[in-house]
T-cell receptor, first 116, second 112 residues
Framework: AQSVTQLGSHVSVSEGALVLLRCNYSSSVPPYLFWYVQYPNQGLQLLLKYTSAATLVKGINGFEAEFKKSETSFHLTKPSAHMSDAAEYFCAVSDKGSSNTGKLIFGQGTTLQVKP | DGGITQSPKYLFRKEGQNVTLSCEQNLNHDAMYWYRQDPGQGLRLIYYSQIVNDFQKGDIAEGYSVSREKKESFPLTVTSAQKNPTAFYLC???????????FGPGTRLTVT
């Protein structure tokens, strides 16, 4: 069965520093992978998605993620953190396995804190 | 503007009452989903529907019910059987299976 693990429930960086949010997945078939961002008391917004095209995926707000099959990872990065990046981030994998329900399976989330 | 609307933003109910949360989308999406979000627990799938007049239970369907009579609408009823209904509820939709999901702004339900 598909699953997602986000390493680190809280990550703190200084403004202008590199942002690295880790996501590892488990999937019996080539996965579709997604990163979402959630600001307090709001819904989730899609940052980027991987659907078996280019392994380096660029998203909105300067974020990007690299699909590494050998490491079963899909880490999210941004070269320089901005105060407005403080939010909760979710990694998700699409349930494309034998059941193929198309459901998204979400990680537990990582809260990003950006210090001035 | 295309999107997903959820109403109301905040909802308060007394214990023992059923309550219905609204979700409407004008994206012409076939699939719709309901999630529950609790602090530190990520998103948990309650129900989903891939087509009108059909829906399936998610991981935590007990105490909830849904209907999908129209493509654009997927209301969720939180029944009195739900033991711990206070949570943030999110509705989402997608073109179909394996596509990215688009989320509404959420409804925060408080039951006392």
């Amino acid at each position: 069965a598909q699953s997602v693990t986000q390493l680190g429930s809280h990550v703190s960086v200084s403004e202008g520093a590199l942002v690295l949010l880790r996501c590892n997945y488990s999937s019996s078939v080539p996965p579709y992978l997604f990163w979402y961002v959630q600001y307090p008391n709001q819904g989730l917004q899609l940052l980027l998605k991987y659907t078996s095209a280019a392994t380096l995926v660029k998203g909105i707000n300067g974020f990007e993620a690299e699909f590494k099959k050998s490491e079963t990872s899909f880490h999210l990065t941004k070269p320089s953190a901005h105060m407005s990046d403080a939010a909760e981030y979710f990694c998700a994998v699409s349930d494309k396995g034998s059941s193929n329900t198309g459901k998204l399976i979400f990680g537990q989330g990582t809260t990003l804190q950006v210090k001035p | 503007d295309g999107g997903i609307t959820q109403s109301p933003k905040y909802l308060f109910r007394k214990e023992g009452q059923n309550v219905t949360l609204s979700c409407e989308q004008n994206l012409n999406h076939d699939a719709m989903y309901w999630y529950r979000q609790d602090p530190g627990q990520g998103l948990r799938l309650i129900y989903y529907s891939q087509i009108v007049n059909d829906f399936q239970k998610g991981d935590i369907a007990e105490g909830y019910s849904v209907s999908r009579e129209k493509k654009e609408s997927f209301p969720l009823t939180v029944t009195s059987a739900q033991k711990n209904p206070t949570a943030f509820y999110l509705c989402a939709s997608s073109f179909g299976t394996n596509y990215e999901q688009y989320f509404g702004p959420g409804t925060r339900l408080t039951v006392t």
